[in-house]
């Protein structure tokens, strides 16, 4: 749209004129999901528009970038646990692609730390959902069905999350144990990060309580953070946690480099070749899960499988966006056509 930090009203205007609209971020995350339509793309509005510490609430633009977020909150010894790879996504990128960063184990999924949501609909509408305090919330969690939605249901034009304190201290280890044993021996650990050679674990809180779990979980001090699988080609697996062994073994033999986030059910993959990647899709397939493409392998675009809950997911999307004309192919709707609208 030709705009660095559109307003609320600029953007609903964009959106309503656009044959096909295509809200973008700073294009830290444009890989993942199903291919980028050619079409308007639109901006989002930028900054801090309210903070109150004592409330633990933010209210910000989404084209602001989560660096940008977590120096003003850091601040008041704040954060909002977002944990993209890259600290300038920025925060609606992060919100439309519904990654939830790297300490899901301890707390919780991305979609909790979002009390509102405004944005702008396909026909030019600005939507508000959810509210500042839970208590005052009525109606259908839009805040939710919004996180995740890759653009297709909406243009974000403000949002207010929860913050929380930042832990006192953050400590990575590393053990040979059994992943399940440390988890076991460890009351809240922040991440259990399981590979073929060894494992790595996230302590985060009070100091004492970090060395207590450390030495209950005979654990190694490590000054070296999670290195995450690497190559041109790379992926997000999504699968029950209990399958993460069988899973694992596969993924060796397929020789692609991996590692599971134990406890939740997400394994990260990467390759050299786009085969590599199709045989690691081909493997989460077989396990009761699926593969989001999160760079190079084009021709691996989207999930790979027919996910559940796709004939809900098509029904909402036809009530959002009828024309089809928000993100065509970012998901995969059933047969929405994403040029309806001009005929």
């Known amino acids: 749209m030709g705009l660095a930090d559109p307003s609320e009203t600029e953007v609903a205007e964009a959106v309503a004129a656009a044959a096909v609209a295509v809200p973008v ?3 830290t995350h444009r890989e993942g999901g199903g291919p980028i339509p050619s079409g308007t793309e639109i901006g989002a509005p930028r ?31 704040q954060e909002c646990r977002f944990d993209p790879r890259d600290p300038q996504a ?63 249901l909406g243009a974000l034009t403000r949002v207010i999350v929860r913050s929380s304190p930042r832990p006192r201290q953050s400590r990575w280890y590393r053990t040979e144990s059994d992943p399940a044993a440390v988890r076991a021996a460890c009351f809240a650990p922040s991440l259990i990060a399981w590979g ?5 674990v996230l302590l985060e809180g009070d ?12 654990l190694d001090a490590t000054n070296d953070e999670l290195s995450w699988p690497s190559g041109a080609h790379r992926g ?19 020789g692609v480099a991996w590692l599971a986030e134990w406890g939740v ?8 070749t786009e085969a590599g990647l199709a045989e690691a899709r081909a493997a989460a397939g077989a396990a009761g899960g699926w593969l989001l493409r999160e760079a190079g392998a084009p021709g691996l675009d989207g999930f790979g499988v027919a996910l559940s809950n796709a004939a809900v997911m098509t029904r909402i999307k036809a009530a959002f966006d009828p024309t089809g004309k ?11 056509p994403a040029q309806r609208q001009a005929s």
């Open 25 to 27: 971020g700073s294009g």
């Open 47 to 77: 900054g801090i528009v309210a903070y109150d510490p004592a409330e633990l609430t933010v209210t910000v633009g989404p084209g602001t970038t989560v660096a940008e977020l977590d120096a003003v909150l850091a601040a008041h010894d």
């Open 90 to 152: 920025t925060v609606g990128g992060v919100l439309a692609t519904g990654l939830s960063g790297h300490r899901r184990l301890r707390f919780g999924p991305l979609r909790d730390r979002v009390l509102e949501v405004r944005f702008a609909t396909a026909d030019g509408r600005l939507v508000r959902g959810g509210g500042p305090t839970v208590k005052n919330v009525t109606g259908y969690d839009l805040p939710r069905l919004l996180v995740g939605s890759y653009g297709t």
């Open 196 to 200: 073929p050679e060894h494992t790595t």
């Open 207 to 218: 100091p004492d309580d970090v060395a207590a779990q450390a030495t209950a979980a005979r």
């Open 236 to 254: 997000r697996i999504s699968v029950a946690p209990g399958r993460l062994r069988e899973l694992g073994a596969v993924l060796t033999d397929c």
């Open 265 to 272: 059910g997400t394994v990260h993959v990467a390759s050299g």
């Open 326 to 336: 928000l993100a065509p192919g970012r998901l995969p709707f059933a047969a929405i």
